[in-house]
């Protein structure tokens, strides 16, 4: 079994920054792809970013060129570097992570989501 923690959320005003930070842990043989994605209150969930065990990267347009994605593979964790934040940014962050165990079972997992919130 394979668990996600995120943590890194809080409250910051208009134009700052925060860290969200993603462990993963359990049965872990690799991990693909990890993400980052958001859900705002009412609305749907989406896709903040993605990062592959290589390193390439994906964004949202919405969070390009604010945002950086980063992972640590020996540690199995992942980063969510969020600068220049916005009002429109405030919902529950998640963390996602797709791979084998070491008995070459597939796991495509979240964690438990940390808030975010934007405001003056």
């Known amino acids: 079994q394979v668990q996600l923690v995120e943590s890194g959320g809080g409250l910051v005003q208009p134009g700052g920054s925060l860290r969200l930070s993603c462990v993963a842990s359990?049965?872990?043989?690799?991990?693909?792809?990890m993400g980052w994605y958001r859900q705002a209150t009412k609305k749907e969930r989406e896709l903040v970013a993605t990062?592959?065990?290589?390193?390439?990267?994906n964004y949202a347009d919405s969070v390009k060129g604010r945002f950086t994605i980063s992972r640590e593979n020996t540690k199995n964790t992942m980063y969510l570097q969020m600068n220049v934040l916005k009002p429109e940014d405030t919902a529950v962050y998640y963390c996602?992570?797709?791979?084998?165990?070491?008995?070459?079972?597939?796991?495509?997992?979240w964690g438990q989501g940390t808030q975010v919130t934007v405001s003056s």
């Open positions: 359990g049965s872990i043989f690799e991990i693909n792809v």
């Open positions: 990062i592959t065990g290589g390193g390439f990267t």
């Open positions: 996602n992570a797709a791979g084998r165990t070491p008995a070459w079972r597939t796991f495509d997992v």
